[in-house]
Each structure stands twice: as C-alpha cells, then as structure tokens.
C-alpha cells in the first residue's frame, strides 16, 4: 500500500471497538507467555467481537519488552489477527527515533494494518510544534503504513488540536489517539472530518461520541476484554446499537454495564493498575500472568477486595469460569 492510499485504508478498517492488549508474562522467570498472549487474542476477537487489537502499549508494559520481545509480539497479534479477519495496530512508541521507525518498518513488514507513535518527552522544548510536526514527518517518511498519532499528558504536555490538524495533512497520518479533555477531542474531529479518525480511550465517553460526534472507533484500553464475557458481550451490544442509530436502547445497555466499572475502579490501586487488570483478566478466564518490573503485583488483601467486587458485579461468566 502507498502512503496516499494510508487515509482510504482507515476509514474503511479502523472502525468499531479496538482493545489494547495487556501482555502476559510468566510468573517466575517473567518470560513473556506466548501461548497465553495467543489465546487471550483468539478469545478477543472470537468471543468477544473485538475488531482490533493495540499491541506493546502502555498496557502492554512495552517499557519493560526488549526491541526483539515487541517485534514477536507484533508476529504474534497478525497472524491471530488473520484467523479471525481482525485487525491490528501496533504500538512504535519510543523515545529514541531509529527505535520508532525500526518497530515501525518490522510492523509493516509483517503485515499489521496500522502503527501507533506516542508524542515524546522533549527536554527543555518550550516552543514544541515545530518539533512534532517534524518529528512525525519523519516518521511517515520512513514508512507507507498508516500512523496514528497518541497524545497524552504522560508526555508532559497535550498536542493542541490545530498542531495535530496540521500534522494530518501528512498523507499517511490516517488517526488519533487524542487522551485529553472532551472539548479539546470535539474540536480536533470537527475541524479534521474526512482527514483524521479521532478517538481516545474512555469507554465511559464512547457512546456520547458515537452519537454526538459521529465517531467510528473506541482506540484504545482495556475495558472491550474487562467489562465483557462471551456470555455478556454489553459493550459491543451497545456499540452495535448506537451505529445503527438506536440511541436510547444503547443508551440503557450502557446505563447497565455501571456496576462493573465500579467494581474495576474501585478496587484498583493506584500504583497498581497493570496487576490489577490482569487479576480481573484471571477472574474471567482469560491469561492474565505476571507484571514487569517496575511495576507491583497485588498483595493478598487486594486480590480478596478485587474477588469480592467481581462476584457481585453481575458480568455472565461461562460456567466453566464460574465454577
């Protein structure tokens, strides 16, 4: 695919709910768990009606992967990704440049359908527009694949809407993932409709951004594999509903679901929050695994609040989890 074919591409395939995947590691040698990776994404995309997949993020804890762990975790999501007629974005975050487009060639050459580039921490930088446009400039430059920016206040900073709307006259800058206040993400899509696919991560926001905003895509967290079970598919229910514009029978399948991000909000600590999803993941089933250093594991007291506020959530579980 060329470059200027990049913003076509996305507007017909990034569409509909996409998760960002925590990655399993091994307790004990923290190995990364290949086998549960691939049976978490066959879950996702075949019971779950996930149409898309976000890889080696901030969830994933790419921070801690090493360059060769986050390009087999790429090889990994695609061919699974295949099976199942998904899709897949791929996360080239780094601070270091060379880095960004290495992982952003190998995705591309392994045949993911779209990268993700997090704006970078810039030392001392005051004056930053000129550095980020050049900066994925360069980026697009070196590859055809369609990137999505992603920018979040982890970087010290937030894109304003008219930097990233000149940022998306680049020809294969096909999308955002735009984690700031809700009317800095209402003016960004209205001033790129047909040139930039907006999104961000708030499951919580995501009907009122279907309905009210037009949008295509939930990019990207958790919730799609948290909040839902192959009994209890709620939050692609409602999706489904706001596309076919049944507002108010979305709107109360949404209203339904309350409970469950209750019991995750509640119960996550907050210095805790990748061992704490994949504890839920546990809960339901699905490989949760181990975390990296540095981030912590659950202690007991916390495991027993997360059980306790699970089981009276009222998700469906499978009988087989259940039991």
Known sequence: ???????????????????????????????????????????????????????????????????????????????????????????????????VIELARHAEGVGADFVVVHAPVLHFVQDRDEVLYAYYRRIAESVSIGICMWSHPDSGYLMSPQLCARIAEIPNIVGIKYSVPRPMYAELTEMTRGRLIVSTASEEEWLDNILELGWQVYLCSSPPYLLQTALDRRMRQYTDLAFAGRAEEARAVWRSLEPVRAALKSTRPGAKPHAHQKYWQSLLGQVGGAVRPPMLELTEAERAATRAAFAACGLKLPQEVAA
């Not at 470059?3 to 076509?8: G, H, I, L």
């Not at 898309?52 to 762990?69: P, R, W």
């Open 1 to 99: 695919m060329r470059a200027t074919q990049a913003k076509d591409y996305a507007a017909r395939h990034l569409r509909g709910i996409w998760a960002a995947a925590l990655m399993p590691f091994r307790p004990g040698d923290l190995a990364m768990d290949e086998a549960g990776f691939r049976s978490n994404l066959a879950h996702w995309f075949g019971e779950l009606g996930i149409d898309g997949v976000f890889v080696s993020g901030k969830q994933g804890e790419f921070f801690s992967m090493s360059l060769a762990e986050r390009k087999r975790s790429f090889e990994i999501a695609v061919e699974v990704a295949r099976e199942f007629g998904a899709r897949t974005i791929m996360s080239a975050s780094d601070q270091n440049m060379d880095t």
